[in-house]
């Protein structure tokens, strides 16, 4: 539980910067999980500075050819699995779980501390028992988190604080220089993973990114866009035993009551699904393709298949058994069955009325649903 957390593969002036931020308000339970982050930023720290100094003009000087194709939706649509599937194509580049986890060491820092990354992190996702090491694809926004302040997973390290990290998603509020450092330093990580690959396109998978679409267009104007979205009554209660599992393995503060986190959640959802909403007509014709969760669970070769074609991408019988055999692999991941109490349907329906409308779900049937194990 001391090495669950993202923390020790944050940067150490940006660890500093986030307490600072947070007033080094830590709870005397999780002191053992920050000075066990703190130790392992500052064992980084010198190869990180090394390979700065090695790989930052090579970085700077690197030219993505190939716009990247991003994977968005909100937590809990079945992006993880999407991901996983899509990335056995060789032609992609992607961010691992090591990449993803210490961003600032992995070109030449792999030998040293990938085993640190592997020996960290559970074989299995506590929420859903989805495959987890150190080699698989991960979201690229824990890249972000390690070396800024612009990252929705802060809010679950300092949970008191919330509200701020969670307004980062679709930059609510944001001067025109936070918007600005953002794009820069994302963009600086996105030309340090294409160096990597030595030019290959990047299928890049970061629920925060449906946020920030016109962002992303900015820089990348002929990017190709995967959206996965999921009945929302699912979701909330996928969500819920996700951040239940998750916060505490993370925090480093003693969290606020369920409830107060429940309303950020549900507040967060409807204003990055009202966003995204709006801004998806900025991306071209056949640069977006929507995906139903509940479809892509049960025909996920067909729905890939579908992707290809639908987004002019290449190569998918050149993969298409290496696909199939990922798939099969999937077949043990277990299945939930929520029942729905009548004030969490209203609450729901409330809160959410607006995506129910716009994807068509109904109630569920005596408030009973199944809902996939995967994210």
Not at 207 to 232: C, H, M, V, W
Request: glycine fraction near 4%.
């Amino acid at each position: 539980m001391v090495k669950n957390t993202p923390l020790p593969g944050y940067s150490l002036p940006n660890i500093l910067r986030l307490l600072a931020e947070n007033h080094f308000r830590v709870s005397p339970r999780y002191l053992p999980r920050l000075t066990y982050s703190m130790a392992l930023a500052s064992v980084i720290t010198p190869f990180y500075i090394r390979e700065r100094l090695k790989y930052d003009k090579k970085i700077q000087e690197t030219q993505i050819t190939k716009d990247p194709v991003f994977i968005i939706g909100h937590w809990r649509c079945g992006t993880t699995l999407m991901h996983n599937i899509l990335s056995r194509d060789p032609q992609f580049g992607y961010f691992s779980t090591f990449q993803a986890y210490i961003p600032t060491v992995y070109i030449s820092g792999e030998k040293l501390f990938k085993p640190l990354v592997a020996s960290s992190i559970p074989k299995k996702r506590p929420m859903d028992d989805g495959d987890m090491d150190a080699d698989l694809p991960q979201e690229d926004q824990y890249a972000v988190g390690a070396v800024s302040p612009y990252s929705y997973y802060h809010g679950w390290c300092f949970p008191r604080n919330m509200a701020q990290y969670f307004d980062y998603v679709c930059m609510a509020g944001a001067s025109a220089q936070t918007v600005e450092d953002w794009k820069r330093t994302y963009l600086s990580l996105l030309k340090k993973a294409t160096l990597y690959y030595q030019g290959k396109q990047l299928l890049l998978k970061n629920q925060d990114n449906t946020g920030k679409i016109p962002q992303l267009l900015e820089l990348f104007p002929n990017a190709r866009f995967i959206y996965l979205y999921r009945s929302p009554y699912d979701l909330y209660m996928s969500m819920m035993k996700f951040m239940r599992t998750v916060i505490p393995r993370y925090c480093i503060q003693t969290p606020p009551p369920m409830d107060e986190v429940e309303d950020l959640m549900m507040s967060l959802y409807a204003q990055m699904m009202k966003k995204y909403l709006v801004d998806k007509a900025l991306i071209p014709d056949g640069h977006l393709a929507e995906v139903k969760y509940e479809s892509f669970v049960k025909q996920p070769l067909r729905t890939v298949h579908s992707l290809y074609k639908n987004l002019d991408l290449q190569g998918y019988d050149d993969t298409q058994a290496a696909f199939k055999s990922y798939i099969a692999t999937q077949n043990s991941i277990h299945t939930d069955h929520y029942t729905f109490p009548d004030p969490v349907l209203k609450k729901i329906e409330n809160h959410w009325g607006f995506a129910l409308k716009e994807y068509k779900y109904p109630r569920p049937h005596n408030g009973v649903a199944v809902g996939h194990g995967s994210d």
